[in-house]
């Protein structure tokens, strides 16, 4: 098992530029994640999706969007790119029963001009 | 909103010393997990506890849930420099939500 990748691994967009991170998870949760980490503030949750088909938003929403395509995929999409989100971004996966446990992928570290 | 207070913020130690790495809210949360991270790479899930009063060892990594669920702390007995790197507490709710603290940059020197 790949566990949670991510692509891509590192980005440099232009202020006002679009773009879409992936995410796919291989071991059959329910549950995804998106978070971001900057120094001095652990992670934050942008946005989640408790299951197939459904999506909410998280304690940093703002300028970002999701699309959970399958139970495999969730991906998380920048409109209009700002130097306020440049950070290093985080897809979680959950299996959701029982104790409570989030697997993380190697992270997308954008950088925003 | 859970908060969740980890300190301390950087922990900069000699190897072969202790150290003691604690988390504190005013929540109660259902379990909580530590994570290590190292640069470059996503958290990697340390251990979870979940009952209060509960004390789990990891070889020289013990970690403890307090009686009422709001705290937990990580102890390391004689660091060694591959201890080094970023160490978060995570409080989870029933409903599956993390709240992280702000993590503790550990530096071990040989």
């Known amino acids: 098992n790949a566990g949670v990748t991510q692509t891509p691994k590192f980005q440099v967009l232009k202020t006002g530029q679009s773009m879409t991170l992936q995410c796919a998870q291989d071991m059959n949760h329910n549950s995804m994640y998106w978070y971001r980490q900057d120094p001095g503030m652990g992670l934050r949750l942008i946005y989640y999706s408790a299951s197939e088909g459904t999506t909410d938003k998280g304690e940093v929403p703002n300028g970002y969007n999701v699309s959970r395509l399958n139970k495999r995929e969730f991906s998380l999409r920048l409109e209009s790119a700002a130097p306020s989100q440049t950070s290093v971004y985080f897809c979680?996966?959950?299996?959701?029963?029982?104790?409570?446990?989030?697997?993380f992928g190697p992270g997308t570290r954008l950088t925003v001009t | 909103t859970q908060l969740l207070e980890q300190s301390p913020q950087f922990l900069s130690i000699q190897e072969g010393e202790n150290l003691t790495v604690y988390c504190n809210s005013s929540?109660?949360?259902?379990?909580l997990q530590w994570y290590r991270q190292e640069p470059g790479e996503g958290p990697v899930l340390l251990v979870t506890?979940?009952?209060?009063?509960e004390v789990k060892k990891l070889k020289r990594l013990t970690f403890q849930f307090g009686d009422a669920r709001k705290d937990s702390s990580l102890h390391i007995t004689a660091a060694q420099p591959g201890d080094t790197g970023l160490y978060l507490c995570a409080g989870a709710n029933s409903y599956g939500k993390l709240t992280f603290g702000q993590g503790t940059i550990l530096t071990v020197h040989p």
């Open positions: 929540s109660v949360f259902s379990s």
């Open positions: 506890v979940v009952t209060g009063g």
């Open positions: 979680a996966s959950l299996y959701g029963t029982g104790v409570i446990e989030q697997y």
